[in-house]
């Protein structure tokens, strides 16, 4: 039985190096349990499970169905779509994707927050969005 961290790191669109910042654990050890060449010890599982918003047991690959385990792990779903808007902003500002990647990167996480949204009906965050999004196809006008 395999464990989920790729998987889960995978539909995060995380890298291995931005788990690593995250987590605190190295790029090395994580991508050993990964291919499931070593195993966390439990402290380890629960700070993986809780970065993911998954149980342990989910994360081990031991349970079938996903159940968030609390709202700080929503929150920090939340968080890790709001750390990836504000690089891409970055890059867009100092030129190093254009803005229509930037554009295309905002709506991609839109659809992310939007799954969130529909579990949680964050109206707030879903208005941060638009201002966004409405930010950027104005720029986008005046630079043509």
Same mark, same amino acid.
């Given at each position: 039985?395999?464990?989920?961290?790729?998987?889960?790191? !995978?539909?995060?669109?995380?890298?291995?190096?931005?788990?690593?910042?995250?987590?605190?654990?190295?790029?090395?050890?994580?991508?050993?349990?990964?291919?499931?060449?070593?195993?966390?010890?439990?402290?380890?599982?629960?700070?993986?499970?809780?970065?993911?918003?998954?149980? @342990?047991?989910?994360?081990?690959?031991?349970?079938?169905?996903?159940?968030?385990?609390?709202?700080?792990?929503?929150?920090?779903?939340?968080?890790?779509?709001?750390?990836?808007?504000?690089?891409?902003?970055? !890059?867009?500002? @100092?030129?190093?994707?254009?803005?229509?990647? !930037?554009?295309?990167?905002?709506?991609?996480?839109?659809?992310?927050?939007?799954?969130?949204?529909?579990?949680?009906?964050?109206?707030?965050?879903?208005?941060?969005?638009?201002?966004?999004?409405?930010?950027?196809?104005?720029?986008?006008?005046?630079?043509?």
């Amino acid at each position: 039985m395999e464990n989920r961290i790729k998987e889960l790191r !995978a539909e995060r669109d995380l890298s291995l190096m931005q788990l690593e910042q995250d987590v605190g654990i190295s790029y090395f050890t994580l991508r050993r349990y990964e291919l499931g060449d070593t195993e966390p010890k439990l402290e380890t599982w629960l700070k993986l499970a809780d970065y993911f918003g998954v149980s @342990v047991g989910y994360l081990q690959g031991v349970e079938e169905r996903l159940e968030l385990t609390s709202e700080l792990e929503q929150q920090s779903k939340h968080d890790a779509i709001w750390k990836g808007m504000a690089k891409t902003l970055r !890059a867009a500002s @100092v030129g190093t994707i254009t803005w229509e990647e !930037a554009y295309q990167d905002l709506k991609r996480y839109q659809r992310k927050s939007d799954e969130l949204r529909f579990e949680e009906k964050q109206e707030t965050q879903q208005r941060m969005f638009d201002l966004a999004l409405s930010t950027f196809k104005r720029r986008e006008r005046n630079e043509k």
